[in-house]
């Protein structure tokens, strides 16, 4: 049957309105992502976030994603990968009505694929995501299990303002394939920094909306294209 405990979201909401679901704080996300070469045509995606519903504190979620992405060309990849999700959806531990305190961290296994398309005009450079995921969600408190279907698209705009600061702006929305379609969307900008050829770091704000909550979350990401082949070359 379908589990009211699961929603198609980052956070969940189980008790009345009056539960602090964490919506007045400001939060922050600190994030890795990186491109490994492997040959001409492959590379593999590698990232990792950690997300917390204050700056520094408060555990929300573990995100771990791996995948293998083909390059078409310069300017269109194809991706197929897996993620592992950790959620504490609740923003503070729930007391059950004349029972223990509920913590509904939620374990999610997903299935992904993607297709990015890449352009430009004048200095701005435009990135085209597309992305479809099958999502095998179990909430361990209650041995309770649920599969969910979501698409998602995002455009980035990157505007280089010298060679080593960079603005990056992006809004990406999540559509559910079951149940209510809208999910969420994210609003993001950012300044980035060129650390050297094949390294950046971004300082941006996140504006995540859904239905029923908004949230405003402070990211820093740090991203690293290596060559494993010059890499083994040299070994």
Do not use: C
């Not at 976030?49 to 300017?75: D, P, V």
């Amino acid at each position: 049957m379908r589990i009211k405990y699961f929603i198609p979201l980052f956070f969940l909401t189980i008790s009345l309105s009056a539960q602090n679901n964490g919506e007045n704080e400001f939060g922050a996300w600190y994030m890795y992502f990186g491109t490994n070469t492997v040959s001409e045509k492959l590379s593999i995606h590698t990232e990792a976030q950690f997300r917390f519903y204050e700056i520094s504190s408060n555990f929300n979620q573990l995100l771990l994603r791996t995948g293998l992405n083909y390059h078409l060309n310069a300017n269109a990849i194809a991706t197929f990968g897996y993620g592992y999700i950790d959620t504490d959806p609740t923003f503070e531990d729930t007391p059950l009505q004349d029972g223990p305190t509920l913590i509904n961290t939620l374990i999610e296994h997903r299935i992904f694929e993607q297709f990015i398309l890449k352009n430009k005009v004048g200095k701005v450079r435009f990135e085209h995501r597309y992305r479809l995921e099958q999502r095998f969600i179990n909430n361990r408190d209650f041995d309770i299990s649920d599969t969910q279907h979501r698409a998602r698209y995002r455009l980035q705009l990157t505007l280089p303002l010298s060679k080593t600061i960079f603005l990056n702006a992006y809004d990406e929305v999540f559509l559910n394939l079951q149940d209510n379609i809208f999910g969420q969307n994210r609003l993001y900008g950012a300044v980035g920094f060129h650390l050297s050829a094949n390294s950046s770091v971004q300082f941006g704000y996140l504006k995540n909306h859904f239905n029923t909550a908004n949230f405003d979350r402070i990211q820093i990401g740090l991203f690293l294209n290596t060559d494993l082949r010059k890499n083994k070359e040299q070994s």
